[in-house]
């Protein structure tokens, strides 16, 4: 089945530092740009970070701008620095729909990894 | 920056057609994409460029896009459709993904 599986999410204090993953099944996570989108607890979704095909295209959103690092070999990867209460939330990464033009659709999304930041 | 405005909720009866709203300022000069997303579960893009619908999404879903105003219609709606709905634009003058705020549609 073709899917988007994250993993690394959990527990952690405010300060501290947490590395997700976004792997592929049966297709070639290469071929598309990814991104990172968020939702905490009851609320809605907001978009944190994209990464093109080659990786020399990042853009962040301003919340965590500074914090948070994206990156990709033959995964992708979202490095969570200095994390707050407020980064609480499901983390969800998402394909772009096309493998020529960039800011496209997501067309398909994994079923999320759970962050909590907490003391 | 860009802002998408929804509606909090939206109800409607079975087999009637529903309309969620997104608005911005000029939001035409924009492609617009639509997002479900059911209880505990991830999205899933229903319409994608304002109006297109992926192959395996139902043509009940449709979209437009006008003046300062996109929507999402879905006919004779099931019970099945009870979600929440996302707007989604990309901001070319910022280079960022902006996500409205959600419409719950509760199936009456």
């Known amino acids: 089945e073709v899917q988007l599986v994250e993993s690394g999410g959990g527990l952690v204090k405010p300060g501290g530092s947490l590395r997700l993953s976004c792997a592929a099944s049966?297709?070639?996570?290469?071929?598309?740009?990814v991104n990172w989108v968020r939702q905490a607890p009851g609320k809605g979704l907001e978009w944190v970070a994209s990464?093109?095909?080659?990786?020399f295209y990042i853009q962040y959103g301003d919340s965590v701008k500074g914090r948070f690092t994206i990156s990709r070999d033959n995964s992708v990867s979202l490095q969570m620095n200095s994390l707050r209460v407020e980064d609480t939330a499901v983390y969800f990464c998402?394909?772009?729909?096309?493998?020529?033009?960039?800011?496209?659709?997501?067309?398909?999304w994994g079923q999320g990894t759970m962050v909590t930041v907490s003391s | 920056s860009y802002v998408l405005t929804q509606p909090p909720s939206v109800s409607v009866a079975p087999g009637k057609t529903a309309r969620i709203t997104c608005g911005e300022d000029?939001?035409?000069?924009?492609?617009v994409h639509w997002y479900q997303q059911k209880a505990g579960r991830a999205p899933v893009l229903v319409v994608y460029?304002?109006?297109d619908r992926p192959s395996v999404i139902p043509e009940r879903f449709s979209g437009s896009n006008s003046g300062n105003t996109a929507t999402l219609t879905i006919s004779r709606v099931e019970a099945g459709d009870e979600a929440d709905y996302y707007c989604?634009?990309?901001?070319?003058?910022?280079?960022?993904?902006?996500f409205g705020g959600g419409t719950k549609l509760t199936v009456l």
């Open positions: 460029d304002d109006s």
């Open positions: 998402a394909r772009e729909r096309s493998t020529v033009t960039i800011a496209e659709a997501f067309d398909l």
């Open positions: 049966q297709f070639s996570l290469g071929k598309y740009a």
């Open positions: 990464i093109s095909t080659n990786g």
């Open positions: 989604q634009v990309w901001d070319s003058e910022t280079d960022l993904w902006v």
């Open positions: 000029n939001i035409a000069a924009k492609s």
